[in-house]
């Protein structure tokens, strides 16, 4: 009697999952993107927002974020993931998820380099990952494009341009990964040389690489760390990196306190072979490091680490919170916020840091880690032509595409977003008329800082 083995419930096929996206372009149609909040309006409490955000940050360092916040349209904008969370959250989405970036803005774009040393261009930045709606990172996105334009002073046509070459490059890439072998899709990188490609070669795009290629520990160590009784320690540089601040004192005694715990368990975190290149390591010192707009109040330190009594390692220990995302989309299933951007950061990535990994600190949410500089180099925005801006775009575009192919479905992705140009003019719309939210947002928090209605310095020695 021969018995009849269970056959495995067949995955949706590709024509299935495409129709699926169609269908969610029936629900919420591509025009339905454009919506954008309007300024000023009843409900829209940016400010509060702004507040509840700081909860769970170093005190002291509130003021400082206020303060970069200030500096200009672009600079608010980076700093405000959770304003624009709760926008998006009000207004129609496609529906189709995926792996999002979640704080998808184009300075979050940049070179860094793979386990293999290939320099690989792709987004640098995770601490708002999360599963959503693959056009929550796409608005983001393009509403930087607009936002930078205005910046640098460049005709509107310049920032829609942009967003037309986004989307354009967004739609035409997320169709190929459809179409690839699925492992093919899976290891694809958008390399230095294929960002080349894209465009025309110029010097200041040779330098930029030229630089990440530059920036190794190794290189970094010779400006960063000083020789102190015999070892290697690292070199205060304030505002930027320094051992002891007024504002920091009880944050880096309560971190050095648990370290051992932190390495114990940042060390499981990773593979197995990965813990063997870590126990060649020991530990020299223990800084402060003051990360970027967005994140500035969160507990960020840097450890030095060296091999064979000379070769340097820098590791970054930045504090996680929840995502901006989760009181929108639902609590992450990751059992804490370092390892909810670690899976983020591994499953939407090309090439992840070997030693990107996560663990927690008594009294804090919870951190991941990752190498300082390991061939990272990013493009300085004012030194952008409106031409270098719309190829900016276009490779941002390749770059978010395959993200999301990698974390999400291409194929109900492509089948939301058709052939037609809908969705570009829909992203347009949007990505315009959000610029003009966040410009009215900024305003409101310059106006409320003169009236003393919100505190905020506007140079960040004050606070460090």
């Known amino acids: 009697m021969t018995t009849r083995r269970p056959r495995p419930t067949p995955l949706p096929s590709p024509a299935e999952r495409q129709a699926f996206g169609r269908g969610q372009r029936k629900r919420f149609e591509r025009e339905q993107l454009a919506q954008a909040p309007v300024p000023n309006a009843a409900g829209r409490d940016p400010l509060g927002w702004l507040k509840a955000s700081n ?19 672009l600079a608010f904008y980076r700093g405000a993931a959770s304003l624009m969370a709760n926008d998006l959250a009000s207004l129609p989405h496609s529906g189709v998820m995926t792996q999002l970036c979640g704080d998808a803005h184009l300075a979050n774009f940049g070179f860094f380099a793979s386990p293999e040393r290939a320099l690989v261009f792709d987004i640098n930045d995770f601490d708002e990952t999360l599963q959503g709606p693959f056009d929550w990172d796409l608005r983001r996105l393009a509403t930087s494009f607009v936002v930078a334009a205005r910046e640098l002073g460049f005709k509107p046509r310049v920032g829609r341009d ?44 040779l330098a930029v690489i030229k630089k990440a290629r530059r920036s190794t520990a190794r290189v ?3 400006e960063a760390t000083e020789v102190v009784d015999g070892r290697l320690m690292i070199r205060d540089q304030p505002p930027f990196v320094y051992h002891d601040a007024a504002a920091t004192q009880r944050e880096i005694r309560r971190f050095r306190a648990g370290l051992p715990a932190f390495l114990a368990q940042y060390r499981a975190s990773l593979p197995p072979e990965r813990q063997r290149l870590f126990d060649r390591y020991e530990l020299h010192d223990v800084a402060v490091l003051t990360p970027g707009v967005g994140s500035v109040g969160r507990r960020c330190f840097l450890l030095l680490l060296v091999a064979d009594q000379r070769h340097p390692l820098f590791l970054q220990c930045k ?26 950061q591994r499953l939407a990535q090309a090439a992840s840091d070997v030693f990107l990994g996560w663990a927690d600190v008594p009294g804090a949410s919870g951190f991941y880690v990752r190498q300082l500089r390991d061939m990272k180099a990013a493009y300085k925005l004012e030194d952008f032509t409106p ?3 719309v190829e900016f775009a276009e490779a941002c575009g390749y770059g978010l595409a395959r993200a999301h192919a990698k974390g999400g479905d291409a194929w109900a992705i492509t089948g939301y977003l058709g052939r037609s140009k809908r969705f570009n003019t829909a992203l347009a719309g949007f990505a315009e008329a959000y610029a003009d939210v966040n410009l009215a947002d900024w305003q409101q928090l310059a106006a409320a800082v003169t009236a003393g209605r919100f505190a905020a310095f506007v140079t960040e020695d004050k606070a460090a």
């Open 55 to 73: 909860r769970g940050r170093v005190p002291e360092l509130v003021a400082v974020r206020h303060g970069r916040m200030l500096a200009n349209p």
């Open 162 to 205: 942009a967003v037309d070459r986004l989307a354009d490059a967004y739609r035409e890439r997320m169709r190929r990964f459809a179409r690839m072998d699925t492992l093919e899709a899976w290891y694809l990188r958008l390399t230095s040389q294929t960002l080349l490609k894209l465009g025309a070669e110029d010097e200041a795009e």
């Open 220 to 222: 970094f160590a010779q």
């Open 319 to 344: 504090e996680a919170g929840a995502s901006v995302l989760e009181a929108h989309l639902g609590a992450s299933s990751a059992g804490s916020p370092g390892q909810r951007v670690v899976e983020g």
């Open 387 to 389: 031409a270098d801006l």
